[in-house]
């Protein structure tokens, strides 16, 4: 069974500070997408990243970075120098790659959130 | 439209009513899926859809849900007899498989449901 567990239920830091946000996964899938959006006061869904199994190199996108550990079944979230903006629910999520006709639909499975407070 | 649109926005109805939800999907993505974010449930998978091939329900929580996609485009969700736990947001995503490895869905901004 595919399951996301996000920890951290809520987080409060004061703008500036960096803040790390935690995603363990569990799959038997060997192919398989790790994500993460985030949930703004607005109530959208963002996409920010997505990740495929076989690539653990880290990423950097401006303030915010992922560390993928594949040994630890971990895909954390790192804001560095958070800004009141980045205030939101983020969500990690997983998938299994899609493939037309069979039981891999690629619906993702996602983590309850962790509700992030960014104060001035 | 460029994304997913739904409607309406918002819904308020009474327990045991009956409700339709509607999703429009990105023009051209054959996959279209629906999610629904509740306070207790978090966020999850209801059904998929993908081109004409027999839709994934086992998302479904009991068989007063059941939707449909008619012309590969245009899905309804409807809920029969709603009760109060039927209150949430209904999310719709579509993504085009094929045309990469990954399958990035997009979402619509919801319906929300409140069932009175």
């Known amino acids: ?120 | 439209g460029a994304g997913v649109s739904q409607s309406p926005s918002n819904k308020v109805t009474e327990k045991g009513k009956d409700v339709e939800l509607r999703c429009d999907p990105i023009s051209g993505h054959t996959a279209l899926y629906w999610y629904r974010q509740s306070l207790g449930q978090g966020l999850e998978f209801l059904i998929y859809f993908q081109g004409n091939s027999a839709p994934d329900k086992s998302g479904l929580p009991s068989d007063r849900f059941s939707a449909e996609r008619t012309g590969g485009s245009v899905s309804t969700l409807t809920i029969q007899r709603t009760q109060q736990e039927d209150s949430a947001v209904y999310l719709c995503a579509s993504s085009s498989p094929g045309k990469g490895f990954y399958n990035e869905q997009f979402f619509g901004p919801g319906t929300r449901l409140t069932v009175l």
Do not use: H
């Open chain 1, 1 to 120: 069974a595919q399951k996301v567990t996000q920890a951290q239920t809520e987080i409060s830091v004061v703008e500036k500070e960096d803040v790390t946000l935690d995603c363990v996964y569990e799959t038997r899938d060997t192919t398989y997408y790790l994500f993460w959006y985030k949930q703004p006061p607005s109530g959208e869904l963002v996409f920010l990243i997505r990740r495929n199994s076989f690539d653990e190199q880290n990423e950097i996108s401006g303030r915010y970075s992922w560390n993928f550990q594949k040994s630890t079944s971990s895909f954390n979230f790192t804001i560095t120098a958070s800004q009141v903006v980045d205030s939101a629910v983020y969500f990690c999520a997983l998938s299994n790659l899609l493939v037309i006709g069979s039981s891999n639909t690629g619906k993702l499975i996602f983590g309850q959130g962790t509700t992030l407070q960014v104060k001035p």
